[in-house]
């Protein structure tokens, strides 16, 4: 009726997806009353906003699902590493079985929120009009909630069809047939290629830097062989091991480090590691793989040996997998993509692909890309699959203001502060999951996102027991945080690569580690310390 509503709440959460639900689900059933925003029409995250071809998760199942209330038993998965449809039917299951749906707010923003520090809650203002008052305030909008579109000269000239791969048309579009134009080559670029190639008409390829991608493995599952692995123990022996690995997958780094074998036994061990397929060739490898550029030299090379043996034509080879020398960066301190046919797709005779830094863009026309050379390409769809504004994106571009008045886009626009990767100080009562300084850009999500969802919500959970009006990280502690994320990232190869792993992949953000480099178990160990401490750091009541 276009009047709108204010409500007060214990616990508003913004995110539909795996963080925001879990949070819900739990809190809900303590006896708070919590509402979850989202902007989405469905339930699902990323999975609801990343519906281009091809979109499908990199880990492999069951570590991609909760692993409580033995949702498990009778959810079953077609694939290892399943799509973006299965994903979703996988939230609508979930959310029957939980019953979700009936305190989520779907289709709504978050516009903007305040501290009041009278009354001690938050004020949150919905893009509806609609004003909630609550006492938490929990964030779980992700790590690619604000996608990234370059300042491409000319980009508003262009008449055909063009759509970032994060906000792809839930409809989908006709693409057989047609001239389609693909920039960027990460994870997304990487499933939409490999997708389309074989059904398009023509397709160009804009790359920047090559994907070290990994051979992804991909096969049916038989839901006759998964319902004995369950039956056996198998799917919960998963969700255990998940909590105790480097990156929150049921595989780890090894004991040893590449020294400690000799050229043959290396070749073997990555033999291995390939045919097993997903991220163990990054992940459950040499514990020095990260640290030692030598030892990760022996890696480029078998990739690259590998990849090239599959691309024909000599020069899309050195685009595509160029030789040690030449290596665009060191192998794993980017993202590497699990492919599936990827490089096979550059043989065929409707891909082409333009190598950007030789030739880079000129200006996009009225019906395609001009480039620097003077060629000008025609296409009736252009995707753009350039990335997110990743980690502090999602968060900073919601009108959030602390105890100060300061906007955490403001607090945040030289670098990133927080305290555990979950709260920052001047905003109490503020929780954030899966995002800057906690364990995210090196974890699967699920991983991440039962840990440190327990975390917050046993925090909440004591603050109530303990009567208290406020809990907010001191300054001091969030400014060590901020030191021991910095020093754990600082003695591995990531700092040396331009990557969204360190905020660069964005002209102008702050160049630091946005995640938290010390692997799941570790920072397990450090959220728990402070807790069972009493909250160490934090000021309770604090004067405002
Ligand atoms: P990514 O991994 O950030 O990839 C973005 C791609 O877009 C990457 O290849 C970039 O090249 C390219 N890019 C970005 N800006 C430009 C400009 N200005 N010109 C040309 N090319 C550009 O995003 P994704 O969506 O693929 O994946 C994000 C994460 O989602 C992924 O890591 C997984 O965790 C899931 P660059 O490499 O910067 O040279």
Redesign the pocket.
């Known amino acids: 009726n276009g009047i709108a509503v204010s409500t007060s709440l214990d616990v508003l959460i913004v995110g539909a997806g795996f963080g925001g639900l879990y949070q819900l689900h739990y809190l809900r059933k303590m006896g708070y009353k919590c509402k979850v925003v989202d902007n989405a029409s469905e339930l699902g995250g990323i999975w609801y906003w990343n519906c281009y071809p091809g979109a499908r998760v990199?880990s492999d199942i069951p570590l991609y699902e909760y692993s409580i209330e033995d949702l498990y038993k009778d959810w079953t998965w077609s694939e290892r590493f399943p799509a973006w449809p299965e994903l979703r039917r996988y939230f609508q299951y979930v959310d029957k079985k939980l019953d979700l749906s009936k305190d989520c707010i779907m289709s709504t923003g978050v516009k903007s929120a305040d501290f009041d520090t009278k009354s001690c809650r938050w004020n949150v203002n919905l893009t509806t009009g609609d004003v909630y008052d609550c006492k938490y305030f929990v964030l779980c909008t992700g790590f690619?909630a604000k996608h990234y579109v370059?300042d491409?000269k000319g980009l508003a000239k262009y008449k055909g069809i063009m759509h970032h791969?994060?906000k792809y048309p839930q409809e989908g579009i006709e693409l057989e047939g047609k001239k389609v134009a693909v920039?960027?080559?990460?994870?997304?670029?990487v499933q939409t290629i490999q997708e389309i190639g074989p059904q398009v008409g023509h397709l160009t390829v804009?790359?920047?830097?090559p994907?070290l991608c990994l051979p992804m493995n991909q096969h049916k599952l038989d839901p006759l062989i998964e319902a004995r692995v369950k039956k056996e123990g198998g799917y919960e022996k998963v969700f255990k091991d998940r909590q105790t690995t480097f990156g929150g997958f049921h595989f780890d780094f090894l004991e040893k480090n590449g020294d400690d074998d000799t050229d043959e036994q290396k070749r073997q061990l990555y033999e291995e590691l390939w045919s097993g397929g997903g991220f163990r060739f990054w992940l459950a490898t040499y514990k020095d793989l990260l640290f030692d550029k030598k030892v990760n030299d022996t890696a480029y090379n078998f990739w690259a040996e590998k990849t090239r043996a599959r691309i024909n034509d000599p020069k899309t080879r050195d685009i595509l997998a160029p030789l040690l020398d030449k290596q665009p960066h060191t192998f794993g301190t980017?993202?590497p993509s699990l492919e599936q046919r990827y490089y096979e797709v550059y043989n065929q005779d409707n891909v082409d692909v333009i190598a950007?830094k030789e030739n880079p863009?000129e200006t996009f026309t009225e019906k395609g890309i001009k480039m620097k050379n003077g060629e000008e390409h025609e296409f009736d769809v252009i995707l753009l699959?350039?990335?997110?504004d990743?980690v502090t994106g999602g968060l900073v571009q919601i009108d959030i203001k602390g105890i100060d008045g300061v906007s955490l886009a403001v607090k945040w626009s030289k670098g990133t502060w927080t305290y555990l990767g979950m709260t920052t100080a001047n905003f109490p009562n503020m929780y954030f999951l899966y995002g800057p300084q906690g364990p995210t850009a090196f974890a699967n999500g699920p991983t991440i996102v039962e840990l440190q969802g327990d975390w917050i919500i046993d925090a909440i959970d004591y603050c109530e027991k303990n009567k208290k009006k406020t809990m907010d990280a001191s300054a001091q502690s969030e400014a060590g945080w901020t030191k021991h994320v910095a020093e754990l990232c600082d003695i591995t190869l990531f700092p040396g690569t331009?990557s969204?792993y360190m905020g660069a992949?964005v002209p102008g953000k702050p160049r630091e580690s946005l995640s938290y480099a010390g692997g799941v178990p570790r920072y397990v160990r450090e959220t728990k310390e402070v807790a069972e401490k009493g909250y160490a750091g934090f000021n309770f009541d604090g004067s405002l």
């Open positions: 990199d690619a370059p491409f791969t994060a920039i960027g080559t990460g994870a997304s670029g804009l790359q920047r830097t994907n980017k993202r950007l863009i699959a350039t990335g997110f990743s331009d969204w992949n």
